[in-house]
């Protein structure tokens, strides 16, 4: 029975690294995921003047909690929106003038309700080109903190800075949520708040949190959820077995769900304290799911409805357009390519599977990770699939080609 090892979550890291560069002492956090994303991110931690000790298995930062080392810096925040969308925050807690730019990818997608708010709470930012999108600079002199609205149904990330950020500031933090995306992300930030010592209230759409910092510590990274839902699928479509071990019952990450979608339509699903093990049993069942609050999976259910008994309709992702490409088109058209007929809306895809089994096709990436590594799944069931950029996955998992090729050969071949 295969056993799979998952690199460390990027969302868990991601906020790991700005708690560990907040925090009060020296933290140690334990199978970090080393990918570009991440790498960027401690990069950029570097330029803004903390120390960052990268060890291969474990990663150590000499916080500061009165912010930034260094008086001005210039970062740059390559593909990764938890590096462009965290780290502008955590400088504005300090003192000084820092400037953040991104990769064209990241230039495209969307910042202004992150920065209203910042404004809002008298942080002095402006935005050198588009309004709403990187490039940005920050005029930094501390947050005093209060109350702001935040619109987080383009991304939930815009949430979670403005939560790592509350401790920070001079008297806490108030949030009146209107509307928010993948709610789950913002739970494991909450999780990871009270981790480092801090002190968070929720209250309907209200976060509350209050002043006084963060505190050193030594944290472990659990395994990348959204990166298990490929090897979780492969089990399901080729009626194999995939044990992840380290994401059971107490695991953070919501895109663990995606497992009981896998049972939804078929598949043999048992969690417990110590991992998660699929088995596909042969069947895949059309369904009609919602995955607002696991959309970063929505890919990898698109990439195996071909061979569901009927159609599979994908509903409320309408935030996957705004990813690292419009992920809900970039589905569609590589379905499309593949001979699978296709429907879509502003925020639904329907897959509807044909009497002919898909043909081989150059899978488009659109320079996404997740298109590349949900396709590799289809590519399970159909010889001839090929991809135009398949190194892009290391964004999140450099090593993804080599793992899936061990595991495929030892998964039943399927035709």
């Not at 799979?4 to 002492?25: E, H, Q, Y």
């Not at 801090?198 to 659990?222: N, S």
Request: with cysteine; net charge negative.
């Amino acid at each position: 029975m295969p056993v799979v090892d998952i690199p460390g979550s990027k969302s868990v890291t991601a906020r790991a690294l700005f708690l560990a560069a907040a925090a009060d002492g020296v933290t140690t956090l334990r199978r970090p995921l080393r990918s570009d994303d991440t790498e960027g991110f401690a990069e950029g931690l570097t330029r803004l003047g903390y120390r960052v000790g990268r060890a291969p298995d474990a990663w150590r930062i000499d916080g500061r909690p009165q912010g930034p080392a260094v008086a001005e810096a210039d970062v740059y925040c390559r593909d990764g929106a938890t590096t462009a969308r965290f780290l502008p925050v955590l400088a504005a807690a300090g003192r000084g003038s820092f400037r953040f730019d991104a990769s064209p990818q990241m230039r495209r997608r969307p910042l202004l309700p992150l920065t209203r708010a910042l404004r809002d709470l008298g942080v002095d930012l402006r935005h050198e080109e588009a309004e709403g999108h990187h490039p940005l600079r920050v005029e930094a002199s501390g947050v005093e903190g209060g109350e702001v609205v935040l619109d987080a149904g383009q991304s939930s990330q815009y949430l979670t800075a403005l939560l790592l950020l509350g401790p920070l500031t001079g008297k806490g933090l108030r949030i009146r949520v209107t509307d928010l995306v993948s709610a789950p992300y913002v739970e494991i930030t909450l999780a990871m708040m009270r981790s480092f010592g801090a002190e968070v209230r929720k209250e309907g759409t209200v976060y509350e949190v209050l002043p006084g910092g963060y505190t050193a510590t030594t944290y472990d990274i659990e395994p990348d959820a959204s990166t298990a839902s490929y090897f979780f699928a492969a089990a399901a479509v080729t009626g194999g077995e995939v044990t992840v071990p380290g994401l059971g019952t107490g695991a953070l990450q919501g895109d663990l769900g995606f497992v009981d979608v896998l049972r939804r339509m078929g598949a043999e699903v048992t969690t417990d304290a110590h991992g998660t093990r699929v088995r596909g049993t042969g069947e895949l069942r059309g369904l009609t799911v919602a995955m607002r609050d696991i959309s970063d999976t929505m890919p990898t259910l698109a990439a195996i409805a071909p061979f569901a008994s009927g159609p599979v309709r994908i509903e409320d992702v309408g935030n996957t357009r705004v990813k690292e490409c419009d992920r809900l088109e970039a589905c569609a058209d590589n379905l499309r390519r593949l001979g699978v007929e296709v429907a879509t809306g502003d925020d639904w895809i329907e897959i509807r599977p044909g009497s002919r089994p898909p043909a081989g096709a150059e899978i488009k990436s659109y320079g996404d990770h997740r298109v590349v590594m949900s396709f590799a799944v289809t590519g399970l069931r159909v010889p001839g699939i090929s991809f135009d950029d398949p190194g892009c996955v290391r964004k999140t998992f450099p090593g993804f080609h080599e793992a899936f090729g061990e595991l495929r050969a030892q998964l039943p071949a399927r035709g």
